[in-house]
């Protein structure tokens, strides 16, 4: 008989960390394996940060911090807030993690209650339904296609809706699909949740700065709901800053003592080496930042000009992030004579194990349609990494109808 809990053995793994393990063993045994399962910049973190980092060590800085993060930390990000995306956070609302992810578990446990619903546009970044799970939530899949950009529409969310609604949780940019909603498409959701008092607005902009297509609008704008938004961010991706592993939120008070209540039980303060480097990276010297911007958009736009010359994968512009998410349904019911390809799943092992190319699938992400490209790597990387997938895909044929 087992000895773990229920709770944990009914948990799914993390497919993108999966499929990161999957290929270090691939490696391991010799294989040449090129590996966009990950979310994470292939850039060095701004020489400017790093030199903050060094600083706040030789200064001394080395004692816990208050559990909510230094106030220096929060008063930062209630300015970003304030400069960045119009949002009037104090820094009593601030309430800074050890990454996004725990971010997003502080509040989700802080607000969902069990059977609560939490409506999720889909697809989705893969941990939203496990943490929501964690909370004994029930998630909601609002399913938006290629079709609609991956987009979800007022009168989907609105049909979903019921009396055990309490979250509306999105991103934007969207992990896996880059899809980015406009100030219209936001305004629209928001005059739906405006009708529904009792539910609260979980908005995931870890994005933020990887946009092509103008400024990023955040829900939390808008005056009718304003006081009902949470909203997410942290250093992982506009800075290159994965491993130092710093998230925060904006959110009613309430909300923000909720948290902080919660992560004094379980990890107190982050890293105050980290806490001291973020003050550097949230003012106004983003040099760096649009620079890797460019670099993703130029990026972008080659891996999506290789895609479309792949016979069967439908493709769509992802107008953010570093991913491109193509529709593979073309591909199921296909076989190699010794492989057969009955959903994306199987395509995405049969990428791994054929052509040594490691994608996620996209069931994780609540798309069982598709696979996620990260095209966080250099140009050489991606481009013979398309062509082994396109050499791979060729080889499969439809099986024969007996």
């Not at 993690?97 to 989700?108: F, M, P, R």
């Not at 409506?119 to 899949?141: D, H, R, T």
């Not at 899809?179 to 908005?203: C, Q, T």
């Not at 990494?385 to 109808?401: E, G, N």
Request: charged letters at 20%; glycine letters at 6%; hydrophobic letters at 40%.
């Amino acid at each position: 008989m087992t000895k773990i809990s229920d709770r944990l053995n009914n948990l799914a793994e993390s497919a993108t960390l999966k499929m990161a393990a999957l290929s270090r063993e691939l490696k391991n045994e010799g294989k040449d394996v090129i590996a966009l399962s990950l979310g994470e910049p292939d850039f060095e973190t701004p020489y400017h940060i790093r030199e903050a980092a060094k600083a706040a060590i030789d200064a001394g800085h080395n004692k816990y911090t208050p559990v909510n993060g230094l106030v220096e930390l929060r008063k930062a990000i209630s300015n970003k807030f304030k400069r960045d995306n119009g949002l009037d956070y104090s820094h009593e609302q601030i309430v800074v993690s050890t990454g996004a992810k725990q971010s997003l578990a502080n509040v989700i446990n802080a607000l969902v209650n069990p059977g609560d619903e939490v409506i999720v546009a889909s697809p989705f970044w893969v941990s939203y339904a496990a943490q929501v799970q964690l909370a004994e939530g029930k998630l909601v899949e609002l399913h938006a296609g290629i079709d609609k950009d991956f987009k979800v529409t007022p009168e989907m969310l609105e049909s979903a809706i019921t009396d055990k609604t309490k979250v509306f949780l999105y991103s934007s940019p969207c992990n896996p699909t880059g899809a980015v909603y406009s100030k219209d498409e936001l305004e629209a959701l928001a005059n739906v949740i405006a009708k529904h008092e009792r539910i609260f607005v979980l908005a995931d902009e870890i994005y933020e700065h990887i946009n092509f297509i103008g400024g990023h609008e955040s829900i939390g704008q808008f005056e009718n709901i304003k006081d009902r938004v949470i909203t997410v961010n942290g250093l992982s991706k506009g800075f290159a800053m994965t491993g130092w592993r710093l998230g925060y939120i904006g959110a009613p008070l309430e909300v923000a003592k909720a948290c902080t209540k919660m992560q004094g039980q379980i990890t107190s303060g982050t890293s105050v080496i980290t806490q001291m480097a973020a003050i550097t990276a949230l003012g106004d010297n983003l040099e760096r930042t649009f620079q890797m911007r460019e670099a993703f958009l130029r990026r972008r736009n080659l891996v999506l000009d290789l895609l479309g010359k792949i016979p069967g994968l439908k493709v769509n512009v992802p107008e953010g992030a570093f991913y491109v998410f193509p529709d593979a349904s073309a591909f199921f019911g296909t076989s190699t004579g010794d492989t057969t390809i009955n959903n994306v799943d199987d395509l995405t092992m049969y990428l791994l194990q054929d052509c040594h190319v490691a994608v996620v699938t996209g069931s994780a992400f609540g798309n069982p349609n598709c696979f996620r490209i990260s095209y966080a790597a250099a140009d050489e990387v991606l481009v013979e990494a398309v062509d082994r997938i396109k050499q791979s895909l060729a080889k499969l044929q439809p099986v024969p109808v007996a």
